[in-house]
C-alpha cells in the first residue's frame, strides 16, 4: 500500500526559482493537505481541498499556490521561492475534512531554499 | 487562539523503561485529541484518537489519557524499546471546525 506519495524528497532552490511539490494518494480520500513543519513548532497548514476541485487558504498560505488535478493528486506550487520558505512539507489526506478525518501522511519533503 | 503545548520538550530514558508525555490545550469547544508518532525523516503515523468521553486509549504499549476538564493529555509508554525513539505530536480538532491545532512535539530517545 502506497497511501500518500510525495516527490521529490529533497530539493535545493535559489531564491527566485520556482517549483512544484507533488502528492499523491491511493486511499480514495477525499480531502487533501499540505503542511509545513519548522524546527520548535507545529505543523502548520497551507491549503487544503476538501473535495476534488475545490482549494482554500490554511493558516500560512502566503506565497504558495496549489492545484486539485483530479482527486487523487494534490501539487503545492512556490512561484518564487525565498529563504523563509525553506521548511519540510508534509502532504497529508483524509476520508473527509470533518473534525473526525484522521490524516494519514507523506514521507514529506525537504526543501533548502538558499 | 487554540493553543497546544507539549512538554518536556524532549527527553532520554533507557530501554526497557517507562515514560510519560505531557499535552495542554486550549482547544475550544473541543472535539478530539490525537496522538502522532513521527520517526526522523518520515510523516506522522497516528498512535491513537481520543473523544470528550473517553479518559483512556491503548494501542499496544502506548497509552493515551485524556481529562477533557483540565484540557490535558498524557502519552504512557510501558517498557520502552529502541524503536520508540521518536518524536510524539499531540493534535486537537475543535467542534465543527476542520482545522487542526498542532503540538511541537516531544522528542524521545530510548539508549540501549
Known amino acids: 500500500n502506497a497511501g500518500v506519495t510525495q516527490t521529490p524528497k529533497f530539493q535545493v532552490l535559489k531564491t527566485g526559482q520556482s517549483m512544484t511539490l507533488q502528492c499523491a494518494q491511493d486511499?480514495?480520500?477525499?480531502?487533501m493537505y499540505w503542511y509545513r513543519q519548522d524546527p520548535g513548532m507545529g505543523l502548520r497548514l497551507i491549503y487544503y481541498s476538501a473535495s476534488e476541485g475545490t482549494t482554500d487558504k490554511g493558516e500560512v498560505p502566503n506565497g504558495y499556490n496549489v492545484s486539485r488535478l483530479n482527486k487523487r493528486e494534490f501539487s503545492l506550487r512556490l512561484e518564487s521561492a525565498a529563504p523563509s520558505q525553506t521548511s519540510v512539507y508534509f502532504c497529508?489526506?483524509?476520508?473527509?475534512?470533518?473534525?473526525?478525518?484522521?490524516?494519514?501522511f507523506g514521507e514529506g519533503s525537504r526543501l533548502t531554499v538558499l | 487562539k487554540n493553543q497546544v503545548e507539549q512538554s518536556p520538550q524532549s527527553l532520554i530514558i533507557l530501554e526497557g523503561k517507562n515514560c510519560t508525555l505531557q499535552?495542554?490545550?486550549?482547544?475550544?469547544?473541543?472535539?478530539?485529541l490525537r496522538w502522532y508518532k513521527q520517526d526522523t525523516g518520515r510523516g506522522p503515523v497516528s498512535l491513537t484518537i481520543m473523544t470528550f468521553s473517553e479518559n483512556t486509549k491503548s494501542n499496544g504499549r502506548y497509552t493515551a489519557t485524556l481529562d477533557a476538564d483540565t484540557k490535558q493529555s498524557s502519552l504512557h509508554i510501558t517498557a520502552s524499546q529502541l524503536s520508540d525513539s521518536a518524536s510524539y505530536i499531540c493534535?486537537?480538532?475543535?467542534?465543527?471546525?476542520?482545522?487542526?491545532?498542532f503540538g511541537a512535539g516531544t522528542t524521545v530517545t530510548v539508549r540501549a
Open positions: 493534535v486537537v480538532s475543535a467542534r465543527n471546525d476542520y482545522k487542526l491545532s
Open positions: 497529508a489526506s483524509s476520508w473527509n475534512r470533518g473534525e473526525n478525518g484522521e490524516l494519514f
Open positions: 486511499m480514495n480520500h477525499n480531502s
Open positions: 499535552c495542554n490545550y486550549t482547544v475550544s469547544p473541543f472535539s478530539n
